[in-house]
């Protein structure tokens, strides 16, 4: 008597499987004991047996009575054969107990939130709003409700030119009403999900369809462009892919001449540059804060907020063989939202990841395991990333 593994396990039903040999007398009745607990198996599913000496069985367990979503049973396979000798039915248990997990019952796209390089939203009350999908964009977006009524998340994904043509995550966006700009963005650098085609910019700006709230066009004039979070360059593999970084909610008002067009622009490269492929991973949240006396300027109807600064944290992951992660390096970089002069990674602009957390709020590479995310996090020096000491 065994068990063999639990098939077509949903968040609310599972088969077991079983099996036998060796039987001298008929077989009366097969099923399993099962349970929430290893030690207490309460439940009991059965089958009709038959006259073979040996063979398969399997029940569905939770088709009257859902099973719950994230959970772990466990079970046990029996056998009651007819014993000639005695005229009595013995039952034949197997040896062990065997388990299964019911999967998490999660609104779709929940799971794209919750990546090695996905800030924190636990506290949030982030709760499913709408799905839907923009073909001319190969966009299939889903979008969340936060308890901050003024604050959505958007999820953007792409397929056309991903690995097996699957559906991937582009980014994910933290949209805040009250400023009409994104508070951060967060994506993955990797040539082998996010090939770079050299599709082109295509600077075709519309609201992000997955946000309900207020959008407005960005400021282009003045001495403020539209400032990309999750940058045009990023995202080449095709123009529809490329056009999902042209949704208002991924640009902020950027001071333009020698900031966005100069130092940022560098740093927006120098990511690029240092795209891996394969296993590793670089993860990338890119942000703005509000800090001090917060200025307004005019877009149609609206007072728009200037962001005091723009800033870049980076998470760079190594994996091993088992898909867990075997190292990790960080680094941050903040800019004042104006004019700069000299290196991208000059002393000033460099900072530590848990800095910047401190500053906006937010818990950003939380999946990262403890024991890398600590130090990557705490990190100031940028030599690994730059290559200049």
């Known amino acids: 008597m065994t068990n063999a593994a639990a098939t077509g396990v949903t968040s609310s039903t599972a088969t077991l ?3 036998f040999s060796g039987a001298t007398g008929q077989i009366y009745e097969t099923g399993f004991y099962w349970g929430t607990s290893q030690n207490s198996l309460t439940s009991k599913v059965t089958t009709d047996g038959s006259n073979a000496p040996s063979g398969n069985f399997a029940c569905t367990i939770g088709s009257s009575t859902p099973l719950s979503a994230g959970a772990t049973y466990y079970y046990k396979a029996y056998v009651l054969e007819y014993d000639e000798a005695s005229g009595q039915h013995v039952e034949r248990l197997a040896s062990s107990t065997s388990s299964f997990t019911t999967a998490s019952n999660v609104p779709a ?6 990546g090695y390089g996905m800030p924190d939203i ?7 709003r709408q ?21 959505q998340l958007a999820v953007h994904t792409y397929s056309t030119g991903a690995p097996g043509n699957a559906e991937t995550l582009n980014y994910v966006v933290m949209y805040d009403e009250s400023k009409y700009a994104p508070v951060w963005t967060a994506h993955t650098m990797n040539s082998t999900y996010w090939p770079d085609k ?12 997955a946000i309900s709230l207020t959008q407005q066009g960005g400021l282009d004039s003045g001495p403020y462009s539209r400032g990309h979070l999750v940058a045009s360059n990023y995202r080449q593999t095709t123009k529809a892919q490329n056009k999902q970084t042209f949704y208002h909610s991924n640009q902020a008002p950027q001071y333009q001449t020698s900031f966005n067009d100069g130092v940022w622009n560098t740093l927006e490269n120098r990511v690029k540059s240092q795209t891996p492929s394969g296993t590793t991973m670089l993860y990338v949240v890119t942000g703005v804060l509000y800090e001090g006396t917060i200025t307004t300027k005019p877009s149609g109807s609206l007072n728009v907020p200037i962001p005091s600064h723009f800033y870049k944290c980076i998470m760079k992951c190594t994996f091993n063989n088992s898909g867990e992660v075997s190292g990790a390096q960080g680094i941050a970089f903040v800019y004042t939202n104006e004019a700069h002069s000299g290196n991208y990674y000059n002393s000033s602009y460099v900072t530590s990841i848990d ?3 401190e500053r906006a709020g937010f818990d950003f590479f939380a999946n990262v395991p403890e024991s890398f995310e600590a130090s990557a996090e705490a990190n100031t020096n940028h030599a690994w990333f730059t290559g200049a000491n």
């Open 17 to 19: 499987n079983g099996s």
């Open 109 to 114: 796209g929940y799971e794209y939130l919750t």
């Open 122 to 128: 636990s506290g949030l009350g982030v709760t499913s």
């Open 131 to 151: 799905t839907g999908s923009y073909s001319d964009r190969d966009d299939n977006w889903y979008s969340f409700n936060t308890s901050n009524s003024k604050r």
């Open 198 to 209: 050299n599709a082109g910019r295509n600077d075709s700006w519309t609201d992000d369809p």
């Open 355 to 357: 800095a910047i957390e």
